[in-house]
């Protein structure tokens, strides 16, 4: 099994250092989306003291040239803090920060989605929009074969991977709850994990959050997992679709509701926000991966749980529809729906933006309507 070199290094000589006090002194590590809006960057800088709100923290910078992100001749770029978790590598009082990126003239670089999502959360939040999103991922060796897979073929058909146990059944759980917990410790609003239909696929959640929320909470639990596998020496892929054939794909399928949709006789509201993104499929696809529609052309089939990335569908209890609603929500009448298009690699700020956007401001049409003017 290919793991990575530094994991192999003696954990427990590190732990001596890391035991060590560090005074008054707060490490912070920022950490930011890169330019391929998928990646996720970090640096740390030390405090005098340990911050309590995102106000104790400073701007910082960072070479944009290194990230995809700017020219050599103009390269810094700004991090701005935006929200702050507790830090579950280095722990308290140590700090972990998730932060915009701003270009040299200060506006927002081009894989900061979060800026507009969040002016678009502020004009609904009397809404109360609540998300959680399902977060599909596959654990890989760093020859970039799914991790406990034979080396030279296929492990059993899919079917008795699925919330499986056994060690010929779960690949990889060691990561999977190293992953929990330190969400947990963080602060992330994470709300549970399971094995997923393919070996070596998992999957967690997070939610309910309330609007900007959301995409804060999955980037930083994207990142924790990205150091967790880190640790034990092997990588995590968002591919939608990492495995050819008949293997099902990654998605992030998101639940989303009001506060209307959550009250007696929601399901009206339900329906009819079903409606208005029927009309407008092709808008939804285009911002539910970072290539607009591509990644999710090889996983959107209509095959393998999913419904065809040219056609809308809905239905209760379809998990190859485009809009599921639940059957619970069918039957008590009220509730939320869950959007089963987005994909594994999506930027949650634009997925939630873009429920938003058709669901409550009522916007039409193939391109998303300027509220800034």
């Not at 967690?204 to 880190?230: S, T, Y």
Request: with cysteine; aromatic share 10%; hydrophobic share 30%.
């Amino acid at each position: 099994m290919a793991t990575s070199a530094s994991s192999k290094l003696n954990k427990a000589v590190k732990q001596q250092y890391m035991n060590l006090s560090q005074g008054d002194k707060a490490q912070a590590m920022y950490i930011w989306i890169d330019g391929s809006g998928e990646g996720l960057r970090c640096k740390t800088r030390t405090l005098d003291s340990e911050p309590k709100t995102i106000e104790d923290l400073p701007e910082w910078n960072f070479d944009g040239s290194s990230t995809y992100q700017s020219e050599g001749s103009n390269s810094d770029m700004f991090l701005i803090p935006a929200a702050m978790f507790r830090d579950p590598f280095r722990k308290d009082p140590n700090k972990l920060v998730l932060c915009e990126v701003l270009k040299y003239n200060r506006k927002p670089a081009e894989t900061n989605l979060r800026q507009t999502c969040k002016r678009i959360m502020s004009m609904v939040e009397n809404n109360h929009p609540w998300f959680g999103m399902e977060q599909e991922y596959t654990l890989l060796s760093t020859d970039g074969h799914p991790f406990g897979w034979p080396s030279n073929g296929f492990p059993g058909p899919q079917g008795p991977y699925y919330c499986g146990v056994g060690a010929d059944k779960a690949y990889g759980r060691d990561i999977v709850e190293a992953h929990y917990r330190a969400c947990l410790y963080a602060g992330v609003d994470i709300c549970g994990t399971n094995a997923e239909v393919m070996p070596a696929q998992w999957e967690f959640q997070v939610g309910p959050c309330e609007g900007i929320n959301m995409g804060d909470h999955l980037w930083v639990a994207r990142f924790i997992l990205h150091r967790v596998c880190e640790d034990f020496g092997v990588v995590v892929s968002f591919d939608p679709k990492p495995i050819s054939g008949n293997w099902n794909g990654a998605g992030c399928h998101t639940n989303f509701s009001t506060k209307e949709m959550r009250e007696d006789g929601g399901l009206k509201i339900i329906e009819e926000s079903i409606e208005r993104l029927a009309k407008r499929h092709m808008y939804h696809i285009r911002a539910y991966d970072p290539k607009g529609g591509l990644d999710n052309a090889r996983r959107l089939t209509g095959h393998h749980e999913t419904s065809s990335i040219d056609e809308f569908s809905a239905g209760v209890a379809n998990r190859g529809a485009s809009i599921r609603i639940p059957r619970s929500v069918g039957q008590d009448k009220k509730g939320y729906f869950e959007d089963r298009r987005p994909s594994a690699n999506c930027d949650p700020y634009i997925v939630t933006e873009a429920l938003v956007r058709t669901c409550l401001l009522k916007e039409e049409g193939e391109e998303p309507t300027d509220h800034s003017k």
